[in-house]
């Protein structure tokens, strides 16, 4: 059964660059049958997709992040990264990794998420 | 961007009643590509309903879908402890720019 684990520091200072990693345990990032995305929940507030990649690297991103976002991947270690640059208090959010089939498909499985607080 | 907006933002029931859910976007949704989630405190979304109307796996049948164009609609017939929770619609007919709504908030 394919799981998904996000990791990364969970408190970012404002300007800096928020970096995190989704290890995908289970089965395979180099599928050719998935996207892999990102999605963040600020708290008490709803869902805003950011964007994904597929294992060739080819990646697509929300237009309202676009210019300070950057979604990665690493084949040889199953996972997807994400960065975020230049963040302010409005970045802090539960952020979530999650795999959808390739195409116009719903997120099918989704990480726990992990907290990232952007404060000085 | 297609923006969708859910209705009402709660909704106060009993376990045992039935639920309904709206969901209505800016503009027609190609192909009732739209989704339907369940988010519970603390815990991730899970995927209930996709193409407007189709169940996900293992997803019981008390859970229904429908509608097409800008307006979809989610039904539990029968609420559940477990029910109690918030729901979220997305739709993924344009992906250069998946939307979810704001949620609707099912409490007893």
């Known amino acids: 059964q394919v799981q998904l684990q996000e990791s990364g520091p969970g408190l970012v200072k404002p300007s800096e660059t928020l970096s995190l990693t989704c290890t995908v345990s289970g089965g395979s990032v180099s599928s050719g049958s998935f996207y892999w995305s990102w999605i963040r929940q600020p708290p008490g507030k709803g869902l805003e997709w950011i964007g994904y990649?597929?294992?060739?690297?080819?990646?697509n991103y929300s237009p309202s992040l676009k210019s300070r976002v950057t979604i990665s991947v690493d084949t040889s270690k199953d996972q997807f990264s994400l960065r975020l640059n230049s963040v302010t208090a409005a970045d802090t959010a539960l952020y979530y990794c999650?795999?959808?089939?390739?195409?116009?498909?719903?997120?099918?499985?989704w990480g726990q998420g992990t907290m990232v607080t952007v404060s000085s | 961007e297609i923006v969708l907006t859910q209705s009402p933002g709660t909704l106060s029931l009993s376990p045992g009643e039935r639920a309904t859910l709206s969901c209505r976007a800016s503009?027609?949704?190609?192909?009732?590509?739209l989704a339907w989630y369940r988010q519970r405190p603390g815990q991730a979304p899970r995927l209930l309903i996709f193409g407007a109307s189709s169940r996900a796996t293992g997803i019981p049948d008390r859970f229904s879908g429908s509608g097409s164009g800008t307006d979809f609609t989610l039904t539990i017939s029968r609420l559940e402890p477990e029910d109690f929770a918030v729901y979220y619609c997305?739709?993924?007919?344009?992906?250069?720019?998946?939307?979810f709504g704001q949620g609707t908030k099912v409490e007893i």
């Open positions: 999650a795999r959808h089939k390739r195409g116009n498909n719903p997120f099918e499985i």
């Open positions: 990649i597929y294992y060739s690297g080819y990646s």
């Open positions: 997305q739709q993924y007919g344009n992906s250069f720019s998946w939307t």
């Open positions: 503009q027609s949704i190609s192909s009732s590509y």
